[in-house]
């Protein structure tokens, strides 16, 4: 059964505002990871948040982390034209890991 | 260059043909996997191969077949697809144990249209 979804489906924002999205998981997790993907291509890994964990940084990107809510967030601060591309939550458990639908991002010069 | 490769990067088949997807990753990671992309549908896991032994089958048509010969190489054959089976499909591989921490390398995938 699907784990993740995310929402918005799609975000179009202008560079320089920040960027939200979030996802929504059913089960419990070790582990909930952010991937991006731009168009056509493969999918890179952003970041980790492990199911202790509650909020983790990485440059610009703001990772939170609501087990009671099975939610998380990933925001972008001061996006640029060069983070257009789609972006997946993935909740993982033993040698498996879901992904949602993902966020489609446009950001706009 | 995320250390996974595959190939070919598109393919175009017909319904009868026999054709295969490799993947190779050069990680020193002992778990690899499957995944297939079709526009507007989550990503779909289809295959997981841990220490060369296949873990997980998610229900996926027999007319896919994958084959792990090694903990680097990783295939998927293909036999008599239909048209919606054109997807991307994609390999990853991690370095998995029963805590699953580890992030998932990606390959840029095989682009497959079924005609």
């Known amino acids: 059964s699907q784990q993740g979804e995310e929402d918005p489906q799609a975000l179009s924002i202008q560079e320089g505002e920040n960027a939200t999205m979030n996802c929504s998981y059913k089960t419990s997790i070790n582990n909930l990871q952010w991937y991006r993907q731009n168009s056509g291509r493969g999918l890179v890994h952003l970041i980790l948040?492990?199911?202790?964990?509650r909020e983790k940084h990485s440059g610009r990107l703001r990772v939170t982390l609501d087990t009671s809510k099975k939610s998380s967030s990933l925001l972008i601060t001061a996006s640029r034209a060069a983070d257009t591309a789609s972006y997946f939550c993935?909740?993982?458990?033993?040698?498996?890991?879901?992904f949602g639908t993902g966020t489609r991002l446009k950001v706009l010069a | 260059e995320t250390g996974v490769t595959q190939t070919p990067r598109h393919l175009v088949m017909g319904m009868t043909n026999k054709k295969s997807l490799k993947c190779e990753q050069h990680l020193g990671h002992n778990a690899m996997y499957w995944y297939k992309q079709s526009a507007k549908k989550p990503l779909e896991l289809m295959f997981v191969y841990n220490f060369k032994e296949q873990t997980e089958n998610n229900s996926v048509p027999s007319r896919f077949s994958p084959e792990c010969p090694n903990s680097s190489h990783l295939f998927l054959h293909l036999h008599t697809l239909q048209p919606e089976d054109s997807a991307l499909y994609l390999c990853a591989s991690s370095q998995a144990g029963l805590q699953n921490t580890g992030e998932l390398f990606f390959g840029e995938g095989s682009r497959l249209t079924v005609l």
């Open positions: 948040i492990r199911s202790n964990e």
């Open positions: 993935a909740t993982s458990g033993t040698y498996k890991y879901i």
